[in-house]
């Protein structure tokens, strides 16, 4: 999970919310407010893991209460994530690959910056004048809040809602390899 969260760099926003629409600024005057979309995540209680079964690390099955939180509406850019290099305050991520690093290819500007370690989505993070989701506030919001157990609704997942592979033997429904356009 951790793996994941760092190759899509999705922030939490500096302040709390309570919820009811609208996006916030950066709490960091010196990044330009355009290079991300903030949201705001009202709060909740959900029951996070698995009463048994599935995976170690998803039990015991326990009760979370969260306040409101921002969060972006996607992950950062490998174009955003420039900006911060540029101000000398990110490093520069890996590069290279046909279908893996998304840093050093001019036509992937719009694609999620990948190819990062913790630290550096850290200091992206701090940056944008925000943080690191907590894996409850990530699954929170992969919930729409709790209304959901998918952000579209209750519909189960297909190639019109998520890039992904329908089984583990058919090909993903992406546009070939690697990331797409956030």
Known sequence: ALGLAL???????CK??????????????DADPTLVDWVAIPGGSYAMGEPEGGSWDERPLHDVELVGFE??????????????????????????????????HEDRQEHP??????????????????RLPSESEWEW???SAGSSPYPWGDAAPDCTR??????PDEPSCGQGP???PV
């Open 7 to 13: 190759a899509l760099l999705a922030l939490a926003g």
């Open 16 to 29: 709390s919310s309570s919820g009811g629409g609208g996006a916030a600024t950066p709490c960091n005057v």
């Open 71 to 104: 969060m972006t509406r996607t992950e950062l850019t490998v174009a955003a994530y420039a900006a911060c290099v540029t101000a000398g305050v990110c490093s520069e991520p890996a590069s290279g690959g046909v279908g893996e690093c998304n840093w050093g």
């Open 113 to 130: 910056v990948n190819c990062i370690d913790w630290a550096q989505a850290r200091q992206a993070c701090i940056w944008l004048g925000g």
């Open 141 to 143: 919001a992969a919930r």
């Open 162 to 167: 998520a890039v992904m592979a329908p089984t």
């Open 178 to 180: 690697g990331t797409l």
